[in-house]
């Protein structure tokens, strides 16, 4: 199907392509968006800001980047042939692995000739008079679709902060979330490191093996655990595999999180010291994020959760030797799992090795950047390069860059003022046809994010499927109905842990950024019941019309 054949192009200037589809993104949510949307015979075009496809896993490139889900699980299921055939190298698979398997997907599914890559979406507005949006790039072109799907990705706005001073550093910058491509070598610089998330956590122990001096700049310490990442043999992948029906099955509709794990039943009071001690010895010694689901109150009672932090910080306590430097690595301000757990490599035990020093930017902050040093309130410490290992926008930056113009002309910024406002984190109201896969007010960054993404691309792709057979125009989110999640994405957020932390799913790590808890925390399989139940009640909550006439307002219940 050719593209301007696929809609009408009333009222569209003559040889202006028009699309069923266009899809901003090409990683792990785009490509299989458009998998999806081609098996419906549907025109699609993707537009992909990065050279290559693999979103996220295209631009963080920095040494030691891993997945802190296991790579078996975070893996696509929509085909068996793909999860029976690839062979994970290691328990989690570092970038270059990942980055290989969403170039591999591309390929096998011939998905490259519909993307166009190093080609940014700056503007996309929608059109009354023809209820179709134009779509306009950074080469200056525009397009018309009917629909407009943003997998744009939650962790792809890459933060650089504002620090007095850095456009004068006379070194190297480099920044996680935006690596360079080849291969950087420390080796016999003064590098420093600015934050201690999870970028951070990863590459702080290789830079470390590499540099002459490296001096880690820290605001706030983070709670991690050890990934135990190690190599997977032939039997453990075909174990794996025998089992994934179950597992997938597991993961979409019982996890909270969409990881396959035994699901505990009871809570951390209910056992006592030893036996709980013992429960978190087991999981620290497996590793990885399953940690948190040693009970099942963890992110519920502030007294429960004490004991796991207090567990973690006694294993900071005993693997870091300098009595002075460990407490500044034991997280005193925020309960565990309420800002992502971290999952590690040896880590804490890096601030064991003589060329490493630790500074704690909270006491003595960073005044500004010197040509050659970083200078904070009592000393200044020479450098020859900077990582700024300082997060993203998470969950709206990515949305935030493109204009986006909906009914009136408001744009979505505009609407997102005081936070974004979402129904079921899949459209927001004043902006018909215009998906959004992973937003903010469904559980996203709370899963393993290929379940999520799977889970609304199915959704959105039935949803376009059902509007198409009932010759139906627009679909568009009740404000009312949009009010309505909102308000209940806040109150299951209250009924836990998660406010109590300054974290970045609560935007706090941008200055000025409204903060409101973004992600929904009621669980994946909860999740996909709620939307699967309003699809099967004809979209409710949801306004669609025909393409001449109004149809009646589905209110929400």
Known sequence: MSAVQSISGKGQPAGTEVYDVVV?????????????????????????????????????????????????????????????EWNWSERYAPQPEILKYANHVADRFKLRSDIQLNTRVDWAAFHES????????????TVMAKHVVLATGCLSNARVPDIKGLSDFKGK????????????????????????????????????????????????????????????????????????????????E????????????????DDGDNERRSKYESRWSRGGLTFMMAYNNLALDKAANDTAADFVRDKIAEIVKDPKTAKLLQPDNHPIGSKRICVDTDYYATFNRPNVTLVDIRSNPIQEILPNAVRTADKDYEVDALVLATGFDAMTGSVAKIDIRGRNGQTLNQKWAEGPKTYLGLMSAGFPNLFIITGPGSPSVLSNMIVSIEQHVDWITDCIAHM????????????????????????????TLYPQANSWYMGANIPGKP???????????????????????????FTMTAAEQPQRAVALS
């Open 24 to 84: 901003v993104g090409a990683g792990f949510a785009g490509m299989y968006a458009l998998h999806k949307l081609r098996g419906q015979g549907l025109s699609v075009r993707v537009y992909e800001q990065g050279g290559d496809v693999g979103g996220t896993w295209y631009w963080n490139r920095y040494p030691g980047a891993r997945c802190d889900v296991e790579s078996m699980q975070y893996s696509y299921s929509f085909s068996d042939e793909l999860q029976q």
């Open 130 to 141: 023809s209820n179709t949006w134009s779509v306009t790039t950074s080469d200056g072109k």
């Open 173 to 252: 910058v480099y920044h996680t979330g935006n690596w360079p491509h080849e291969r950087i070598d420390f080796t016999g610089l003064r590098v420093g490191v600015i934050g201690t998330g999870s970028s951070a956590i990863q590459s702080v122990p290789i830079i470390a093996e590499q540099a002459n001096q490296l001096t880690v700049f820290q605001r706030t310490a983070n709670f991690s655990v050890p990934a135990r990442n190690a190599a997977l043999t032939a039997e453990e992948r075909e174990a794996f595999r025998a089992k994934y029906p179950e597992i997938r099955r597991f993961a979409r």
């Open 254 to 269: 019982e996890a909270r999180n969409g990881i396959y794990t035994e699901m505990p039943d009871k809570g951390a009071l």
């Open 468 to 495: 198409r057979d009932r010759g139906i125009d627009t679909i568009e989110a009740n404000k009312a109905a949009e009010d309505k999640w909102v308000a209940h994405v806040n109150e299951v957020a209250q009924g």
């Open 515 to 541: 903060q409101v808890f973004m992600p929904y925390i009621g669980g994946v399989g909860v999740y996909r019941q709620i939307c699967s139940d309003v699809a099967a009640r004809g979209y409710e909550g």
